[in-house]
């Protein structure tokens, strides 16, 4: 069986797109949630989950939908994302309450998991593995891009325009995008894979997760009382539930069989680390600029910039490199240094200078650049054809549960030592109503936070190292391979 490459690079142009839409409304929403609680009167618990509501339905979602689209197409299931995704950003600016945002972003997080559960399935459908990252080096430009453009934009819509016009900016680049998408990529060729769908085990992934983020986002501010501990310990049953359905049918909608290849596990491993490690700190630093150091939306919408931009101008670089080496040694080279940013973060304080948090971001943006890509390639090149959008889904799940994840445990440490309504306070993102006791508080339950990532950041370092070398066929030796994957 051989295989059309040649609408490769218009594959990487509807993807990045989808990409780059993702990128600027997770960055401007980050820095419109101090000003969003304020407008709408919701409280910490309801804005956290603005940001989480949207990742857990991609996360939950992401296995089901990279599933369906192995089976029907991955094409059309992209599509229809778009246009989910943009609906969800348009009722998202509608809303007038807490709960009503929360809901629509749920909206939005179905029309994301449509998009990143077949992005990088459609990327390795057209892409021979010696050429793999590269393309994820450019698609992973969109992320630096969305995170450099973000801020300016969102600063200047959020003061100028309000914060409902974060989301209604995704409007006229969603309708777009689906236009795009429908005529560039009419008549690409797809593998498609024809089995039943696990709807139990994607069921209990869900309440799994939920019940997970529920037990730790209640405990912010309160501790853990007897309910929470309850919901924990319920999650972790639901896991266990999870686990042992997935062995016993037919098509799992997790596809333990994967984790076999060891380039696959520890790249997939260091994945979910990365994530837990890393993904709470823009979240952390956004509230640190505003609640603890004062500046503006605007002022620390610009001196985020070094991260993202770092990151955009180092991915293709890190794709490029694994083409030639494999991902080993870029991507663990890439989390040491983000290990070293971390150390740096840990140590600001309420008087530390910009620089120092620049350093900091901009080291973390260089370690970014040069973990993404190449651990992207190697977990497609160990996946085999057919089974791309399974495969993909099972990274991304991974990825997107230690991001969640990530942000309530941060949220949860760095407020542990101050009262309920000093939390508030601090995330309403005025120093002017924090007193110095409270901002120190929070400086050192950050400092915690960035100590226990960097512990995370060190044990996915030696995931990505010990993964091996992986397979980096070039385009005419993989035109003509299928490498079908056995029973579960």
């Known amino acids: ?48 989950w603005v940001i989480m509501g949207y990742i857990l339905m991609s996360t939950s979602l992401v296995l089901a939908i990279g599933r369906i689209g192995d089976n029907y197409g991955r094409i059309k299931v992209y599509e ?28 939005q997080g179905i029309g994301g998991a449509m998009m990143i559960g077949n992005s990088w399935a459609l990327i390795s459908e057209a892409f021979p593995e010696n050429e793999r990252g590269k393309a994820f080096g450019i698609n992973s430009i969109a992320w630096g891009v969305g995170g450099v453009v973000a801020p300016i934009i969102g600063g200047v819509i959020i003061t100028y325009l309000g914060w409902r016009y974060i989301f209604y900016v995704n409007v006229p680049i969603g309708l777009f995008a689906v236009l795009w998408a429908r005529f560039r990529l009419k008549g690409f060729v797809e593998v498609k894979k ?67 290849n060891r380039v696959y596990f520890a790249s997939t491993g260091a994945s979910f680390l990365q994530s837990l490690a890393m993904f709470a700190i823009m979240f952390l630093v956004i509230f640190y600029l505003e609640g603890v150091k004062g500046y503006s939306i605007i002022e620390s919408s610009i001196l985020l910039i070094p991260m993202p931009l770092l990151s955009s101008v180092l991915a293709p670089v890190g794709g490029a490199i694994s083409d030639k080496v494999g991902a ?30 620049a350093a900091g971001l901009g080291i973390m943006g260089v370690g970014s650049g040069l973990f993404f890509s190449p651990n992207a390639s190697a977990v497609m090149s160990s996946t085999p054809r057919g089974y791309y959008g399974v495969g993909s889904g ?42 110095r006791s409270v901002m120190l508080s929070y400086v050192k339950g950050m400092d915690y936070a960035f100590r226990l990532s960097i512990m995370l950041a060190v044990l996915a370092a030696v995931a990505s190292f010990i993964r091996g070398k992986e397979n980096r066929r070039s385009l005419e030796v993989e035109a003509k391979s299928v490498n079908p994957l056995g029973k579960t």
């Open 1 to 48: 069986m051989s295989f059309n490459y040649s609408r490769r690079w218009t594959v990487v142009s509807v993807t990045t797109l989808g990409t780059l839409m993702s990128a600027i409304d997770s960055t401007i929403v980050i820095l419109g949630i101090p000003l969003i609680m304020q407008s709408i009167h919701a409280n910490l618990i309801e804005m956290a």
């Open 80 to 107: 229809m994302g778009f246009l989910v995704f943009t609906l969800g950003s348009a009722l998202s600016g509608l809303s007038f309450n807490g709960a009503e945002l929360v809901t629509f972003r749920f909206v």
């Open 194 to 260: 024809k089995e039943t769908f696990d709807i139990l085990g994607a069921a209990l992934f869900t309440i799994f997760i939920s019940l997970l983020l529920i037990a730790i986002t209640m405990s912010i501010g309160v501790g853990w009382d007897f309910l929470n501990s309850a919901i924990l310990f319920a999650s972790f049953l639901v896991l266990f539930t999870f686990f042992f359905v997935e062995t016993k049918v037919n098509s799992p909608v997790f596809k333990f069989n994967l984790f076999k």
């Open 328 to 357: 080993r040694i870029p991507a663990t080279i890439g989390i040491i240094i983000q290990a070293f940013a971390l150390y740096i973060l840990s140590g600001l304080t309420v008087l530390s200078p910009y620089f120092l948090i």
């Open 394 to 435: 099972m990274m991304t799940t991974l990825r997107n549960t230690g991001q969640v994840i990530s942000i309530a445990l941060a949220l949860l440490i760095a407020s542990w030592a101050m009262p309920q309504s000093a939390v508030f306070a601090l995330f309403l993102g005025s120093s002017v109503n924090i007193n």
